[in-house]
């Protein structure tokens, strides 16, 4: 009895399945949307519909894109400023050892390069941001990238640099990839530069 009522229900279940798959569509498979005043806006499964809301295939998009790079900056002033305006990234970084924060002698030509730009342009201001690798904790890392940045700014008032133009800040390893190879880690033990024009 039981081997019965089992074959009776698997039929049923196959049955049901089957009358499902056979059903028949009419017309195009459509969703609904609604817009903001809950008009239903009927979209084909092409993805487009024939209202105003979307483009027609193939309806070219408007506008002069003669230049070839749509992604060149259209200012050319702007190029290498980025958020906030009016700063500028145009050194490399001083890298710095393991656990370290004393100045190499083949990054102390950098910070020469530093110096002689902030002499030639009196109105700029510079930031050094301390960075440090993955390893160590992260209020480790903070304080020795505080001490990296300082470290910097030091050198930059030997040679000759005004301190009231030259902050610091402490990254730590908040940007650092995490298990990074030894070459990357390296990259990571840094000091970087901002320069904003000031007023």
Known sequence: MKTFSFHITSFLVLFTVFLGGCAKKNGPETTLNRDSDGKDLASSANGFN????????????????GDEDLLAPRDSALIGFSDPPNTIRPFGPVLFGFDQYNLEAEERPKLQEISEFMK???????????????KGTPEYNKSLGDRRATTVKDYLIE???????????????????????TTQARLDRRAAFVVTKGS
């Open 50 to 65: 024939q209202g105003d809301e979307f483009s027609e295939p193939g309806t070219p998009v408007r506008g002069d894109f």
């Open 120 to 134: 030639d342009n009196p109105q700029a201001l510079l930031l050094v941001e301390g960075y440090c690798d993955w």
């Open 159 to 181: 040679l000759g640099g005004d301190s009231n133009r030259i902050e610091t800040v402490s990254i730590g390893d908040e940007s650092a990839i995490p298990n990074a190879d």
